[in-house]
């Protein structure tokens, strides 16, 4: 049974703090919620801090459609097709016509993008019908996106930015949420806070997967912490793999750009073959998804463990130039990519699914909102185009950031309602080696619901996550890794589930037994836990 809460708490016992809005997460999409909470008392929460997130290691850098011959609606049937035809068209029309404005707005608040000359320079990406992304510092996007937002929120006094500080559940009575339980990581120690708008901006979960380009605390913690009081996941079987990552011995998986292929590099095998030739038109600039099936089924042929981008085409002082990052990163243990060929393969990336909200940020629990890529608003379908996840924090960390100010003025004064006691059900259970049981989560996603899946290894990873499901909520952690073990787990049988339910292949979700997209399956599915417990109970 998926609980209520992981931890027994007693809000007379607890230190507690009162603010209007409670943000948890501080990249792109929290930090531009936030700029719309000016004048009021709003607290930024995060589970370590603002450089250790998703937006700040992103490289790439954000799409937008900002000069004809392009234009929002281009952008927009690039990201349809890229989604294949799964996007809610309405979000995604809001994500490119509000994207052009945000974008400017974000270069008037000082993020410098680079320029070529006078004129900011676009790369193109896979499945982008023009070159339309923007990128800063070469490759080092991110890191400018948030020094421009921490400077912005910087000059709004009622902001606090707190890290180190791991939200543990959603304090919630009635399907209502009044706020957040917290362990302060620093003291050791648990803590409330109350607010009257919880905005949800957390980052995605790449951290269930074995090999991911996610920082180590991403581990999906608020899907799983949203699902527990009611809330609806939706897209879950569709979970994006990125191409090219590092891969070589006792390195962490690094990211290598989508925009290094943008801007010429290629794709070859063991035996120096340019493959990508024998699967798309666009070759290394097919979407994704294809990228990623293309390199596995090549390690296959031709058994080999990695495929290498080659960037040695390019001219050296470029490379050195618009990835100073990359070029830096590879040095360090060796590699010179003016030089060398670099050993990649595809690792897991970004979450198009996640908490169900509407064009608003609004969840379906009241009071709680949630946006960028710990939402699911629909934008991105069946598989994100290239560039657009950046965008769509600071197109809907907007919305979420108006809506919940909007809805704070309507309320009364003192709106910070009592919170209950919970007791979590003493069980006894035996001990657990939570760390056994994280590894043993990471390589069955990878393995069982990767990059390619069918029913076998579907059904097998459903009969693994219920054996563990008998054991893994008996204890009570004080712990975060065992908090954050109990919301991978979640989130593991939640795209599991729908993984097996989906019988169709359709973007970044490939089932080896149904190779073929299905008309009957032109749906989103979505699920919230009394699903899965009334499914547990019928067992
Ligand atoms: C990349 O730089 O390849 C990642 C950007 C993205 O995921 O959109």
Same mark, same amino acid.
């Given at each position: 049974?998926?609980?209520?809460? $992981?931890?027994?708490?007693? !809000?007379?016992a607890l230190p507690s703090e009162e603010v209007d809005c409670l943000i948890i997460g501080c990249g792109i999409a929290g930090l531009r919620a936030a700029v719309e909470l000016d004048g009021l008392k709003v607290l930024i929460a995060c589970k370590n801090d603002p450089f250790d997130g998703c937006t700040y290691h992103a490289q790439g850098g954000i799409a937008a459609a900002l000069l004809p011959p392009d234009s929002p609606e281009i952008h927009f049937s690039d990201t349809i097709n890229a989604g294949c035809f799964l996007n809610d068209e309405e979000a995604t029309r809001i994500l490119v016509n509000e994207g052009v404005e945000r974008v400017k707005e974000l270069i008037d608040w000082g993020c410098k993008f680079d320029k070529k000359g006078k004129n900011l320079d676009f790369t193109k990406e896979a499945a982008h019908?023009?070159?339309?992304i923007l990128h800063a510092r070469g490759d080092a996007t991110g890191k400018e996106i948030i020094h421009a937002l921490l400077t912005k929120i910087g000059q709004i006094p009622g902001i606090i930015l707190r890290g180190k500080f791991f939200l543990i559940d959603l304090v919630c009575e009635d399907e209502t949420v009044k706020g957040g339980l917290f362990y302060d990581i620093a003291s050791e120690s648990l803590l409330i806070v109350k607010a009257k708008k919880i905005i949800v901006a957390s980052g995605g979960s790449g951290q269930i997967y074995q090999e991911t380009t996610n920082p180590v605390t991403i581990t999906g913690d608020l899907q799983a912490a949203a699902f527990r009081k009611g809330a609806l996941l939706g897209d879950m079987e569709f979970y994006q793999f990125h191409p090219t990552t590092l891969y070589m011995a006792g390195v962490p998986r690094f990211l290598i750009s989508?925009? &290094? /292929? #943008?801007?010429? %590099?290629? $794709? &070859?095998?063991?035996?120096?073959? /340019? @493959?990508? /030739? +024998?699967?798309?038109?666009?070759?290394? *600039?097919?979407?994704?998804?294809?990228?990623? /099936?293309?390199?596995?089924?090549?390690?296959r042929r031709t058994n080999s463990n990695c495929v290498y981008l080659d960037m040695r085409k390019l001219k050296s002082d470029f490379i050195i130039s618009r990835f100073p990052q990359i070029y830096?990163?590879? *040095?360090?243990?060796? *590699?010179?990519?003016?030089?060398? *060929?670099? !050993?990649?393969?595809?690792?897991?990336?970004? %979450?198009? #699914? #996640?908490?169900?909200?509407?064009?608003?940020?609004?969840?379906? $629990?009241?009071n709680l909102f949630a946006c960028g890529e710990v939402a699911c608003t629909g934008v991105h379908g069946a598989n994100r185009l290239a560039s657009?996840?950046?965008?769509?924090? $600071?197109? @809907?960390? %907007?919305?979420?950031?108006?809506?919940?100010r909007d809805e704070i003025s309507t309320m009364k004064k003192d709106s910070h309602s009592k919170i209950s006691s919970f007791r979590v059900k003493k069980h006894n259970g035996p001990f657990i080696d939570i760390y056994d049981l994280q590894r043993s989560i990471k390589s069955l996603m990878w393995r069982n619901v990767g990059i390619e899946r069918d029913a076998g290894s579907l059904g097998e990873a459903m009969q693994k996550l219920d054996a563990w499901g008998k054991y893994i909520f008996l204890n009570e952690f004080f712990s975060p890794t065992g908090w954050e073990v109990q919301n991978m787990f979640i989130l593991s049988l939640v795209m599991t589930h729908a993984a097996l339910s989906r019988q169709e292949s359709r973007g970044a979700h490939f089932?080896?037994? @149904?190779?073929?997209? +299905?008309?009957?399956?032109?749906?989103?599915?979505?699920? +919230?836990?009394?699903? @899965? +417990?009334?499914l547990k109970e019928r067992k």
């Open positions: 049974m998926i609980p209520e809460y $992981l931890v027994s708490f007693s !809000p007379d019908s023009f070159p339309r989508e925009s &290094v /292929r #943008g801007e010429g %590099a290629i $794709l &070859v095998n063991i035996y120096g073959e /340019r @493959f990508m /030739r +024998n699967y798309h038109p666009d070759m290394e *600039l097919a979407p994704r998804d294809v990228v990623s /099936r293309a390199i596995v089924c090549e390690m830096n990163f590879c *040095l360090k243990y060796g *590699l010179d990519i003016t030089k060398d *060929l670099i !050993p990649v393969r595809p690792s897991a990336h970004y %979450a198009m #699914g #996640g908490i169900v909200t509407d064009i608003f940020g609004k969840t379906i $629990l009241e657009n996840s950046l965008l769509e924090g $600071l197109v @809907f960390g %907007a919305r979420a950031g108006k809506k919940a089932r080896k037994d @149904f190779p073929e997209p +299905n008309e009957k399956w032109k749906k989103r599915q979505m699920f +919230n836990k009394h699903f @899965f +417990n009334s």
